[in-house]
């Protein structure tokens, strides 16, 4: 009871801080002279903060430092509680729209699937996209990674949280000695080079608006867009080719990245393995399926294809999700393998999702490991990436996340199968979900989007985007026995 509360404290600290989030579409509906929906926003902004605060008054005696229990209970906690809090404008201003679409939406916005049950998007009032691409963009690194900035300064350590949160199976290789100047340090490289995307969009040939919320779901990964036809609205290379960049740049550990700044050198990538081995399977994908487009008669010149295949083939890999066409009519062949590169192209401690390419890696070297035993059973082979031991328990920790990973996919599949859909759609709106891609194929293909799934399947893809997000382990273990013993 008191690891509970402990947590019910803590939550409130962090919904005191959500409530702040609500600053950003405030200012843009004053900007726009929008009074209705600043009053809106208004409201909602005091009841996360009144919640928040009575959650935290009432549990003061239960404060303390959290356990590695307290860390993944209060991480679901708040990956669930939050995007509750963040349908209250949705509900107030968009009409007819029920609280599952409401939550499926925002869940989709935190987890940065960009998956969405909303047409209409050239209409929404712009505080309301200002809304749902901020929070792309506090989803993409981890709202948690802030939070963690902010907790110390409040008495709750955050190394648990961090832990719990951060995605990839390397969590302990920390940037600086303190956790928090970690997360900090983490946020300046997000923020700064938010600020560079949106200058870019914006020269590019976008208006502020469209650059501001293109740029925070390119950073995030999540792929919402302002308009109905996505960046296909904009049917512009330059655009393209910009968010292009910037998707591959939000694809690498951002932990690379700062290293990289820090150390003013860009050899850092060279020797980062994971993001070699990622931006090359995915720009070798892009060369590919851009030949096989061309030479199956999709496009009638190759650099046309070249264009179309390098900005969905990139959007899809890194888990974003925006789409410059509908490329579920391209031969199956191409958008399937596209489908594929979202389960494993994207980096750990990046803005994507999926199974993450270190994972992979070591799939492949532990592979390589078997066949020697086999060849050479009193072998030792020490398993190396990037010149880097990895230690055994890493490995066994991989093999029972991929384990877990195929499972979640077969059983969600299975779960909308029975409800009713076709098999094409319930695999890969499974797969787009746990992988927080967003579009899948079939009736949630590129094309549409997930407004025609009932209740029960929009629920189903709502619980898949969580536990992708959180990485499978997070979620599932708060349903083993063993968590709640004491």
């Given amino acids: 009871m008191n690891r509970a509360l402990t947590v019910v404290h803590a939550l409130g600290l962090l919904l005191v801080v959500f409530s702040l989030t609500y600053l950003l579409p405030i200012i843009t509906a004053f900007l726009y002279g929008d009074t209705t929906l600043l009053l809106d926003f208004l409201l909602a902004m005091l009841w996360t903060a009144a919640a ?3 959650m935290w008054m009432l549990t003061r005696r239960f404060r303390g430092e959290l356990s590695i229990r307290h860390g993944y209970l209060l991480v679901v906690t708040m990956w669930t509680a939050m995007p509750l809090f ?3 404008p949705l509900l107030l201003v968009i009409p007819g729209l029920s609280l599952t679409d409401a939550y499926f939406e925002t869940m989709s916005g935190m987890t940065t699937t960009g998956a969405t049950v909303l047409t209409g998007l050239d209409n929404l009032p712009p505080a309301i996209n200002i809304w749902r691409h901020e929070l792309n963009w506090l989803g993409g690194l981890g709202i948690i990674v802030l939070a963690v900035a902010v907790l110390p300064l409040l008495g709750i350590g955050g190394r648990q949280l961090f832990k719990a949160e951060t995605p ?3 969590k302990d290789a920390a940037l600086t000695p303190r956790i928090a100047d970690t997360a900090r340090n983490l946020w300046v490289v997000y923020v700064v080079v938010t600020l560079f995307c949106i200058a870019a969009l914006k020269w590019a040939g976008m208006g502020w608006l469209d650059a501001v919320c293109h740029s925070f779901s390119a950073m995030g990964l999540g792929g919402f867009s302002t308009h109905d036809a996505s960046v296909g609205y904009f049917n512009s290379p330059l655009i393209e080719m910009v ?4 998707m591959l740049f939000a694809v690498v550990n951002f932990a690379t990245h700062f290293l990289a700044w820090r150390g003013k050198s860009v050899w850092i990538y060279g020797r980062d393995a994971e993001a070699v081995a990622s931006l090359g399977l995915i720009l070798a994908s892009c060369a590919g399926i851009a030949f096989y487009l061309w030479w199956q008669g999709v496009y009638a010149s190759l650099e046309t294809a070249l264009r179309f295949a390098t900005f969905n083939v ?3 890999a890194t888990s974003s999700g925006y789409a410059s066409t509908d490329y579920a009519q391209w031969p199956i062949f191409a958008p399937l393998w596209m489908m594929f590169l979202t389960a494993i192209a994207a980096s750990s401690g990046s803005t994507g999702g999926g199974i993450k390419m270190i994972r992979t890696l070591v799939l492949v070297k532990q592979a390589g490991r078997e066949f020697l035993k086999l060849l050479h059973p009193a072998a030792i082979n020490p398993m190396k990436i990037g010149g880097h031991v990895v230690p ?9 996340f991929i384990f877990l990973y195929f499972m979640v996919i077969v059983t969600l599949t299975f779960v909308l199968l029975i409800s009713g859909m076709d098999f094409i759609s319930a695999f890969t ?6 992988n927080n891609c967003g579009p899948g194929l079939g ?7 997930y407004q025609g799934l009932t209740d029960f399947q929009t629920w189903v893809c709502t619980f898949g985007m969580l536990v992708g997000r959180l990485e499978i382990f997070t979620v599932l273990i708060l349903f083993t026995p063993r968590f709640w013993q004491r």
Avoid at 243 to 246: D, E, L, N, Q, S
Avoid at 392 to 400: K, R, W
Avoid at 429 to 434: D, G, H, T
């Fill in 52 to 54: 928040g605060l009575l």
């Fill in 86 to 88: 963040a349908t209250i």
């Fill in 168 to 170: 990839g199976p390397m």
């Fill in 243 to 246: 968010m292009t960049v910037f």
């Fill in 314 to 316: 990139v959007s899809i």
């Fill in 392 to 400: 055994n328990n890493i490995v066994f920790a991989v093999l029972g």
């Fill in 429 to 434: 709106a499974v797969l787009a979900s746990v």
């Fill in 443 to 449: 009736t949630v293909g590129p094309a549409s989007n």
